[in-house]
């Protein structure tokens, strides 16, 4: 037997304010689309928005449905619009920010498990790591250099 041990290093920003002008920028993309979630059932509105390399901006927010599985996650919604509309681009920086309609959201709220494995396909396809952020509604914000940071133990494609 061997013991593997695992260890993820994140940068955990006080506020908003703290992040460069740039990502600062980006958040703001994000909290704009978390404005136009469509989340009736959740009351849990997400907004992302990504930086492709050609300076392009992609945002997405949940969008859900009366049927669960049909809903998508503004992560999501946002790669899978960049990977359609511009295919050839990479994807280097993604902002996400989430809000209850219910409470105040002052904790940094992650991608969920299908986000995260959704995203790593993407740094896999592109063999570049995603910088990703992520807030609630106010508070903290933390980075991850990386997608691994966040789901080490990812499935990909080369065991299929």
Do not use: W
């Not at 006080?14 to 600062?24: G, M, V």
């Not at 920010?97 to 986000?115: E, H, M, R, W």
């Amino acid at each position: 037997m061997k013991e593997v041990k695992i260890e993820t290093t994140l940068e955990i920003y006080d506020d908003y304010n703290e992040l460069p002008q740039s990502i600062q920028a980006l958040m703001q993309s994000a909290i704009d689309a978390r404005n136009n979630a469509y989340a009736p059932y959740s009351k849990f509105n997400v907004g992302a928005a990504i930086l492709l390399d050609n300076n392009e901006v992609v945002i997405g927010s949940n969008q859900e449905n009366a049927c669960y599985p049909s809903g998508l996650c503004a992560e999501r919604t946002a790669i899978y619009y960049a990977g359609a509309k511009y295919p050839e681009a990479k994807i280097l920086k993604m902002a996400i920010t989430a809000s209850s309609q219910n409470q105040v959201t002052d904790q940094p709220i992650p991608p969920c498990g299908s986000c995260r494995q959704s995203i790593a396909e993407y740094e896999i396809k592109q063999d570049l790591q995603i910088e990703i952020y992520f807030m609630g509604a106010k508070g903290k914000v933390v980075k991850s250099h990386s997608l691994a940071n966040l789901l080490p133990l990812l499935f990909e494609n080369s065991v299929l």
